[in-house]
T-cell receptor, first 111, second 112 residues
Framework: NAGVTQTPKFRVLKTGQSMTLLCAQD?????MYWYRQDPGMGLRLIHY???????AKGEVPDGYNVSRLKKQNFLLGLESAAPSQTSVYFC??????????FGPGTRLTVT | DQQVKQNSPSLSVQEGRISILNCDYT??????FLWYKKYPAEGPTFLIS???IKDKNEDGRFTVFLNKSAKHLSLHIVPSQPGDSAVYFC???????????WGAGTKLIIKP
């Protein structure tokens, strides 16, 4: 039982490049989330999903897109990376909205 | 506007003593609160929660107290152990029930 896994763990992008972060969970959870964490701030919700095939915007969705084609996977895409997107990205899943299980994070640097 | 505030960026406590971490909120509609613990290079893990119908919830060494009139909650850890050294976040669900609003976190350091 791996829980929530994230790929990759680290990535450096140049401004304007694109990439996709992959989140996978093996707990059969309906809810999945993408957060970013910046220094001195709490986690901020980017997008979330309440089930396969559904997605919704969170607090800071601009510059990101997501897809949930399979229940166990939640993908976060950056179409044209900007330095302001330098952050640590966390994926989470839950069987009910509140008590979320988190992955180990992806540290992204955009130069 | 920060709706969930943790005003102490860090806290240092002697091993074996009590650790008290504080959290304030501004939105009186919040009716459920959670505490998460985070070690470096790991994601946060759920620790304990409390509903607004209670003023206290206990789980082993961890107790959360809620003072609704003051819009304040606190996490007590007794006795503090070296493995408790971590960043602690409080969080509250928005009306939508899907979005958690997070505090900035308090880094707890347990001194041997």
């Amino acid at each position: 039982n791996a829980g929530v896994t994230q790929t990759p763990k680290f990535r450096v992008l140049k401004t304007g490049q694109s990439m996709t972060l992959l989140c996978a969970q093996d707990m059969n959870h309906e809810y999945m989330y993408w957060y970013r964490q910046d220094p001195g701030m709490g986690l901020r919700l980017i997008h979330y999903s309440v089930g396969e095939g559904t997605t919704a915007k969170g607090e800071v969705p601009d510059g990101y897109n997501v897809s949930r084609l399979k229940k166990q996977n939640f993908l976060l895409g950056l179409e044209s990376a900007a330095p302001s997107q330098t952050s640590v990205y966390f994926c989470a899943s839950s069987y009910k909205p509140y008590e979320q299980y988190f992955g180990p994070g992806t540290r992204l640097t955009v130069t | 506007d920060q709706q969930v505030k943790q005003n102490s960026p860090s806290l240092s406590v002697q091993e074996g003593r009590i650790s008290i971490l504080n959290c304030d909120y501004t939105n009186s509609m919040f009716d459920y609160f959670l505490w998460y613990k985070k070690y470096p290079a790991e994601g946060p893990t759920f620790l304990i929660s409390i509903s607004s119908i209670k003023d206290k919830n206990e789980d082993g060494r961890f107790t959360v107290f809620l003072n609704k009139s003051a819009k304040h909650l606190s996490l007590h850890i007794v006795p503090s152990q070296p493995g408790d050294s971590a960043v602690y976040f409080c969080a509250a669900p928005m009306d939508s029930n899907y979005q958690l609003i997070w505090g900035a976190g308090t880094k707890l350091i347990i001194k041997p």
